[in-house]
């Protein structure tokens, strides 16, 4: 039974995400700038735009044609140019690297922890921070658990915390973060001017 994930804050979103790893690592790529529930609900749009969320399909379409499935209104990411480039480069790697399948990326080799980081972080368009995020939320969420996975997503990993998109269960987890988020950049803001 495949976990059911909250973090798009809609039903049929949340569904794909629950069920399509491929989805749950394109609303990884897409959550930047955007609220968080907007860019997790970023693949279900793009699957009802192409008629399904196809790796192979993204990876071989145009540019053009694909970045007109990100820009149609309204728009899955306020950058759609740039975003879809983005969005077909990672689908292309995992074509390259993976055969299209986003599984392997943390079963291939029955890699530890640090190494499905180091995955992670090799995909288009994932940094540190993002690499990092998304481990916490396979091992949080979806019970892949590789050994060393929450010293490898670092305070991400960490139990009973709010930090990121691996610790959102429903609305007010949701809530917790987005608080989590603002006093962080409230710390930040006081550290580089303090009065």
């Not at 890699?111 to 640090?114: K, S």
């Not at 610790?167 to 987005?178: E, G, K, N, P, Y």
């Given at each position: 039974m495949s976990p059911k994930l909250c973090i798009a804050q809609d039903p049929e979103a949340d569904a794909l995400l629950s069920s399509s790893p491929l989805a749950l690592l394109f609303g990884m790529m897409l959550d930047q700038q955007i609220p968080m529930e907007k860019a997790f609900k970023g693949p279900r749009d793009i699957a009802d735009r192409m008629g399904s969320l196809d790796v192979h399909r993204i990876a071989e379409a145009t540019p053009d044609e694909f970045a007109q499935v990100i820009a149609e209104k309204p728009a899955i990411h306020r950058f759609p140019a740039s975003m879809a480039k983005r969005l077909q480069?990672?689908?292309?790697?995992l074509i390259e690297?993976?055969?299209?399948?986003v599984v392997s990326i943390w079963t291939q080799g029955d890699?530890?922890?640090?190494e499905v980081l180091k995955r992670l972080k090799k995909l288009p368009g994932f940094g540190d921070q993002k690499a990092r995020i998304f481990l916490a939320l396979l091992g949080k969420q979806l019970d892949v658990q590789p050994e060393g996975w929450r010293q490898a997503a670092g305070s991400y990993g960490d139990a009973g915390t709010y930090r990121s998109v691996a610790?959102?269960?429903?609305?007010?987890?949701?809530?917790?973060?987005?608080n989590y988020k603002k006093s962080s950049k409230a710390q930040s803001k006081e550290l580089?001017?303090?009065?």
């Open positions: 480069a990672l689908a292309q790697h690297h993976y055969d299209g399948e890699p530890g922890g640090a610790d959102v269960r429903d609305s007010a987890t949701l809530m917790q973060v987005r580089q001017h303090p009065n």
